[in-house]
């Protein structure tokens, strides 16, 4: 179990390094490195499920972060003065944060031990009502799948958003 | 047109090699990944945009000419609301023979067979053309779409 706090940390430094790099290709890569650890995670969880979307997603976003958004060209410095009041901010907030979420998180189950009963019945009888050997796909596309068709519903939006925005097609020449 | 003698767009030519050998594997193995959703890890959504990352190594190595002559943009959304449209019906079926939205109405099969689990191969196969088509779709619109002016 080891492991998968140490890529948790690695996650937490990755963020922190995209968060307050200088360099857009700098942030970039490492938002890259908190995606790769996190599919490493899910391995190490025993989701291969999750970590094969992962892994495959991304990849793609990494590449059209590069290559799509013009970042390998922006290589310019940001100049401005470090907030000294975002760190206190975010000081503030994390103290308000642990003091609160104390009591609460020492009521949580076990790491690893869900208590969850209505998952249980989908393991027990998921085979033999829906026939399907992976039982992640029986639950995204049979138990679950009004979840999987808003899910779609909100990645076709997002796409026909981006397109519509971005358009060449009938955009007024300036 | 040989997209290998054409030197001037895209990427040099060892990465066009590579390219051109490795793409065909790549969509088998999207294919592979949605036709065996329901039986190994996987499923319509890693296989669509693994196929759709094998449109985006073309677009990437040979210029987005070459690509779009394989797959044009309009093809591609096209191909994502076609996806939409098989998963929809498929909901919709359900209550037409059974009565219930998203009803698995057809046999089940023996398990661990490449025909079995109901309607769920048909729904990861809209699925997968679903996703593989609008995110080669988004990646060309960003990739043609300049941000930055040139200069």
Redesign the interface.
């Known amino acids: 179990m080891w492991q998968v706090y140490a890529l948790a940390i690695l996650m937490i430094v990755g963020s922190l390094v995209a968060v307050h790099t200088r360099y857009l290709l700098s942030a970039v890569i490492s938002l890259a490195v908190v995606g790769l650890a996190l599919c490493v995670a899910f391995l190490y969880l025993q989701a291969?499920?999750c970590?094969?979307?992962q892994i495959?997603?991304e990849?793609?976003a990494l590449?059209?972060l590069i290559?799509?958004?013009?970042v390998e060209?922006?290589m310019t410095e940001i100049k401005d003065k470090k907030e000294i009041f975002a760190y206190e901010a975010v000081g503030i907030f994390i103290i308000a944060f642990a003091f609160f979420a104390f009591r609460a998180l020492s009521y949580l189950p076990e790491f690893g031990h869900p208590v969850m009963k209505v998952s249980q019945e989908y393991i027990r009888k998921g085979?033999e009502q829906?026939?399907?050997?992976?039982l992640?796909?029986?639950v995204?596309?049979?138990f679950r799948?009004?979840d999987?068709?808003g899910e779609?519903t909100v990645?076709?939006t997002a796409?026909l958003g981006?397109?519509i925005v971005?358009?060449?097609v009938g955009r007024k020449k300036k | 047109m040989n997209p290998l003698k054409n030197a001037e767009k895209g990427m040099t030519i060892i990465v066009k090699t590579i390219a051109k050998f490795i793409v065909p594997p790549i969509i088998l193995f999207g294919v592979y990944?949605i036709l065996h959703?329901?039986?190994?890890?996987?499923?319509g959504?890693?296989g669509g945009?693994?196929m759709?990352?094998a449109f985006?190594l073309l677009t990437?190595a040979f210029g987005k000419e070459v690509a779009s002559q394989k797959l044009r943009r309009s093809t591609a959304?096209l191909l994502?609301s076609t996806g939409?449209l098989i998963?929809?019906s498929l909901?919709l079926l359900g209550i037409v023979v059974g009565g219930w939205?998203?009803l698995?109405f057809l046999p089940?099969?023996?398990?661990?067979k490449i025909l079995?689990?109901?309607f769920?191969p048909l729904?990861?196969i809209g699925?997968g053309i679903?996703?593989g088509g609008?995110?080669f779709?988004?990646?060309l619109?960003?990739?043609?779409?300049?941000?930055?002016p040139k200069k």
Do not use: Q
Not at chain 1, 67 to 70: P, S
Not at chain 1, 130 to 134: D, F, H, I
């Open positions: 291969p499920d970590a094969i979307t495959v997603v990849v793609l590449i059209i290559r799509a958004t013009g060209r922006d085979l829906t026939g399907s050997a992976n992640v796909t029986s995204l596309l049979d799948a009004y999987t068709l779609a990645l076709f796409i981006a397109i971005l358009r060449e | 990944m959703g329901h039986l190994t890890p996987g499923g959504f890693p945009v693994i759709a990352s985006i990437l959304s994502e939409a998963f929809l909901a939205f998203f698995n089940k099969g023996h398990p661990l079995s689990a109901g769920i729904a990861n699925i679903k996703v609008g995110i779709a988004v990646f619109t960003l990739a043609i779409f300049r941000v930055f």
